[in-house]
């Protein structure tokens, strides 16, 4: 009966399974869990900081694990946390800054561990604004700025020259420009990475007006409303639409995934997005290309004022054991120092967080022979922060950026005018922030 | 009269012929771009297959993409999880169908209808709970974590329930007289005579598990426990971090990720048509 | 809601054993218990709450979920995009999947090859059908997307929703048209040979004899395929979707499942999530029960 006998081996292998079948290491290091959403070359560059980490001590071996995308990376921690298995140490991204602080309980602040753990830090050793995002009320750094960007506009030098125009400093003038570019043969003006973004969160913080209510949220959780409703972002979107009518601008959906290639095939003559898509278009570019800031909308007396960065910070999750603190604490020391930024900044496109790596790369004379990658630093660091511009630190930020975009292609694909679109942004995402005032805990 | 019939098949053959080649097309410019330089990609599509097919193949076998763990280990871990949840569900399923079918026994019914109700039970809506349940028994990370939460069938112990109940009573009443009890009866008769639906279920569940991926995805953190189908995802998701789309790679590892449970539903086809056919679904 | 007891039901037991059953059942139900039920009374009870993600404060907030859901826009408009999705996706694989189960089932020579040539598309992941289509209709590198252009056709499925929507349409009948191909060819094999004959002896011709006598016996086949297309439709496609269109453009392609995925996982907002799973269990119970009360009624076809 063979029947029978694969039957039987069946039910050896279930009660093998069911005793569980784990890969255990012995393990004399104590392991710290990184989770991370960096993939791909920046997953490459991670790996080399960690490993560089892991060689220059006994004591601790932190282990960086991929999760994914940054919505799956904090999903996932979250899950963690739930199940009081959390990693010690994950990557959260900037829109996910308000979920996490408000969820006092689920980690150590960044400063408080320093200080426990007897590591001179202060906020004033960061960017300024890296600093401001991630710092709390009384100008403390909950968690630990990591891999920050601003965005910034790439432009294709021969396509440039060919009409005869300059990047454009304005808004205003981005319609010239375009118009120029088609004219002389272009196939697109300008193409954008992360729409919801760049041309909304960034676009109000470059130009000086406020996001939402409270501060863009960073007053208060309660109470807060957008404004995304007003003149200058519905003039902005009507912009877009009758652009993107004229073939000035071509969309190309909610990441970069799309909108990197367009560039690198010289298909758009200019493409805003992420100052870490540098390494990418470096790579894949064969054409000589610049990098100007962001266009300001010269209607506003306000513009421009200053970026904040996008990106990631990395949070220190409660309920891990006490003796892996330590090791988190001496670990971000690690990520923080000036030698590693400086390698980090270099090799991803992304600016160095904190002071001492900025100094570094000055007088490695870094910024003289890469002119293109000061404009990200000189963006956030502008003018002062006015309170409205620190950054945009709201509940469910996520689904607001899901809406806005989502609107955002209505509005260009003719089914809703731009008041329309913004209208049904505010009000979708004002229910929102209700909601979110409810269960935060401020 | 009968050039007409020769006509209507000859008209039948390339209507079918059509429908094979557009059901074949995505696979054949899978095979297509995993075969040129991903340079080749960029431009004007190429129509036919270049010569780096094996070469691909091997790298993304052998190397993976920069970032993931080597193809063949992917390819393992889903074998092993596929295997797992196969084995399990069909394991458990027959035995409870069996208790079900041949026993009179208190709250029949309300176990009958408590695995029923698994069926309204996708993972999207038990995902939360379900991972803590999973951590809690200290399984995240290992394959009894990817398996167990997957291996309870509604399904599979319907299909058994109903080919049971079509089993004739003589079988039953010849055991009785021979003294045949329960177990042996289950092991000598009912087991063998359910070859064909245990063959076509096989290739069901087997293709139900190689295809998982969010739960994957959630329950390990260790990409050693990557599978096929979730790496694929993380490939296409860090497309924009390389410098040029390797669509070459992405696409030779979609093949690797699609023709094992392909192969299986082929090799298995006709067990697996007779098997539906049989138990009436 | 009770099964019909089927006529072939034996109500003597075969075996008087009274606690070899639960033996029996043990494995199955601890696990249906573990990992199902516990969890589905904490999704359940999830949604009457609002709560952070991180579980450290819930608030009752009785039924305002479900009331916000269904006084949210877009959420009746998930519900639109997923009628039209399923019941689309639906007919086109079905029907398709017929036609090329009677053509083959008329042959003589060859089935076994076109069989292999419709199956196997049913044993790709959803997930992998998708980066193949996404690679093919890419407007970037896509040999599809360039034909279409050649053709005059202004393709841009990331902005164009119809289009978007077109195309999810045509990856799900195409991962579909194969499970659908199997179940009408195995219920064709099923239709006794004596009956066609007869008709055919009558006069009837092969419309005729489809019509009047192929496609009322297939009617239970249909039906059976009915409930589990929508089944699929309704659970199997967001990683497709993810992969695909993630919802866009605007919320074209954001059908029920994937705005699940997206409140709950993507935004973590979990008492929405939670409501939104009710109600899609809901929905799947409903098409659960016709399905088991079909397949209690279906013994009778035997």
Same mark, same amino acid.
């Given at each position: ?353 904190? *002071?001492?790596?900025?100094? %570094?790369?000055? !007088? ?8 293109? @990658? =000061?404009? +990200? &630093? ?24 899901? *809406?806005?975009?989502?609107? %955002?292609?209505? !509005? ?8 329309? @679109? =913004?209208? +049904? &942004? ?17 | ?281 | ?302």
């Amino acid at each position: 009966m063979r029947a029978r006998h694969v039957f039987t081996l069946a039910s050896i292998g279930l009660a093998f399974s069911l005793g569980g079948i784990t890969s255990g290491q012995a393990a004399e290091r104590i392991k710290i869990q990184f989770w991370n959403a960096m993939s791909g070359e920046l997953g490459k560059t991670v790996q080399h900081v960690v490993d560089e980490f892991n060689a220059s001590q006994t004591q601790y071996e932190v282990i960086s694990v991929n999760k994914g995308t940054y919505p799956d990376t904090m999903m996932s921690a979250v899950a963690a946390f739930r199940a009081k298995n959390p990693p010690d140490i994950v990557q959260v991204f900037d829109v996910g800054t308000a979920t996490m602080m408000s969820a006092k309980g689920a980690y150590v602040p960044v400063y408080e561990l320093m200080a426990k753990e007897h590591i001179p830090f202060s906020t004033s050793q960061f960017i300024g604004g890296a600093a401001s995002y991630y710092s709390n009320a009384q100008g403390k750094l909950v968690s630990m700025p990591f891999n920050s960007s601003a965005p910034v506009l790439f432009y294709n030098k021969d396509q440039l020259a060919k009409a005869g125009v300059q990047p454009p400093k304005t808004w205003q003038e981005m319609g010239e420009v375009g118009k120029k570019l088609m004219a002389s043969g272009s196939k697109c003006g300008f193409t954008t990475g992360w729409p919801d973004w760049i041309q909304f969160e960034q676009f109000s913080l470059w130009n000086g007006i406020p996001y939402a209510t409270q501060d863009n949220g960073f007053k208060s959780s309660k109470n807060v409303k957008l404004l995304l409703n007003e003149k200058p972002y519905v003039l902005h979107v009507a912009d877009l639409v009758d652009w993107s009518k004229a073939g000035i601008f071509k969309y190309a959906g909610a990441a970069s995934t799309n909108a990197t290639p367009l560039f690198n095939s010289g298909e758009c003559a200019m493409y805003m997005d992420s100052s870490s898509v540098l390494s990418s278009i470096n790579a894949g570019a064969k054409f000589p290309f610049g990098i100007a800031p962001m266009p300001y909308d010269a209607n506003l007396k306000t513009a421009p004022q200053n970026s904040a960065v996008g990106g990631a910070s990395l949070w220190v999750m409660r309920g891990v054991p006490a003796n892996h603190y330590p090791g988190v604490a001496k670990f971000l020391e690690f990520l923080g120092s000036a030698k590693t930024q400086a390698y980090w900044a270099k090799a991803t496109g992304y600016i160095p967080v904190s *002071n001492a790596g900025f100094a %570094l790369l000055k !007088a490695e004379g870094y910024y003289e022979k890469n002119p293109g @990658a =000061m404009v +990200a &630093v000189s963006e956030l660091t502008n003018k002062p922060p006015k309170p409205f511009t620190m950054g945009v630190r709201l509940g469910y930020l996520p689904q607001i950026r899901d *809406n806005i975009r989502a609107e %955002l292609e209505d !509005a260009l694909a003719g089914k809703k005018t731009a008041q329309q @679109a =913004m209208d +049904a &942004v505010v009000n979708k995402g004002d229910k929102l922030l209700a909601q979110f005032g409810q269960t935060a805990g401020q | 009269m009968k050039s007409g019939l020769l006509r209507s098949a000859g008209l039948r053959h390339l209507v079918l012929v059509a429908m094979a080649v557009v059901v074949a097309l995505p696979l054949y410019l899978a095979v297509v771009a995993a075969s040129h330089r991903p340079q080749a990609l960029l431009g004007h599509f190429p129509l036919l297959p270049g010569g780096m097919l094996l070469d691909n193949l091997r790298s993304v076998l052998e190397k993976g993409l920069p970032g993931t763990i080597p193809v063949w280990r992917m390819l393992l871990n889903s074998f092993i999880m596929a295997l797992g949840i196969t084995i399990g569900k069909l394991f458990i399923s027959i035995l409870s169908a069996y208790a079900v079918v041949y026993f009179r026994f208190p709250m029949r019914m309300a176990a009958f209808w408590l695995i029923f109700f698994t069926l309204m039970m996708p993972i999207e809506v038990r995902f939360f709970p379900t991972y803590q349940v999973t951590a809690n028994l200290q399984l995240l990370n290992s394959y009894s974590g990817l398996i167990l939460p997957l291996i309870a069938s509604a399904t599979a112990t319907f299909l058994f329930r109903q080919f049971f109940m079509t089993l004739p009573r003589s079988l039953t009443d010849a055991a009785r007289i021979d003294g045949a009890g329960p177990i042996r009866f289950f092991l000598d008769m009912v087991l063998p005579l359910s070859r064909t639906n245990i063959a076509a279920l096989f290739v069901l569940v087997f293709v139900y598990g190689w295809n998982q991926y969010l739960w994957p995805l959630l329950t390990t953190t260790d990409a050693g426990y990557t599978t096929v189908v979730m790496g694929m995802q993380g490939m296409i998701n860090a497309g924009a971090a390389f410098a040029l789309p390797r669509w070459d790679l992405i696409m030779a590892t979609a093949l690797l990720a699609l023709l094992p449970p392909v192969i299986v539903v082929l090799l298995m086809q006709h067990w697996f048509v007779k098997g539906l056919t049989d138990s009436d679904k | 809601m009770r099964p019909r007891k089927s006529p072939k039901v034996v109500d003597a037991a075969p075996f008087p054993h009274r606690v070899l059953p639960y033996f029996l059942l043990a494995p199955q139900l601890a696990i249906t218990v573990l990992f199902f039920v516990w969890p589905a009374v904490q999704a359940l009870s999830g949604a009457f709450y609002q709560a952070d993600p991180f579980g450290l404060s819930k608030q009752f907030v009785g039924l305002s979920n479900f009331a916000a859901l269904f006084e949210e826009h877009s959420y009746l408009r998930a519900f639109r995009v997923t009628a039209i999705y399923a019941i689309t996706s639906t007919v086109l694989a079905m029907g398709l999947g017929l036609l090329l189960a009677v053509l083959t089932d008329s042959l003589t020579r060859a089935r076994g090859v076109y069989r292999t040539l419709f199956i196997w598309p049913y044993a790709v992941a959803p997930a992998i059908t998708g980066s193949l289509w996404v690679f093919m209709f890419s407007p970037q590198v896509g040999a599809g997307a360039q034909v279409l252009a050649t053709l005059g056709v202004n393709w841009n499925y990331i902005l164009d929703g119809n289009q978007a929507l077109l195309l999810i349409i045509a990856m799900t009948a195409w991962q579909q048209i194969a499970y659908n191909f199997l179940f009408f060819t195995a219920g064709l094999q099923a239709i006794p040979a004596s009956l066609l004959e007869a008709a055919a002896l009558d006069g009837a011709g092969p419309v005729r004899r489809f019509w009047t006598i192929v496609f009322p016996l297939l009617a239970p086949t249909s039906f059976f395929l009915l409930v589990m297309n929508s089944v699929f439709i309704l659970f199997d496609t967001f990683g497709l979707i993810n992969i695909v269109t993630k919802g866009g453009p605007g919320e074209s392609t954001q059908t029920l499942v994937y705005k699940l995925y997206q409140d709950g996982f993507q935004n973590l907002n979990l008492g929405s999530a939670a409501a939104q799973s009710v109600v899609l269990m809901a929905l799947v119970a409903g098409l659960t029960i016709v399905q088991f009360r079909y397949i209690g009624r279906k013994v009778h076809y035997q």
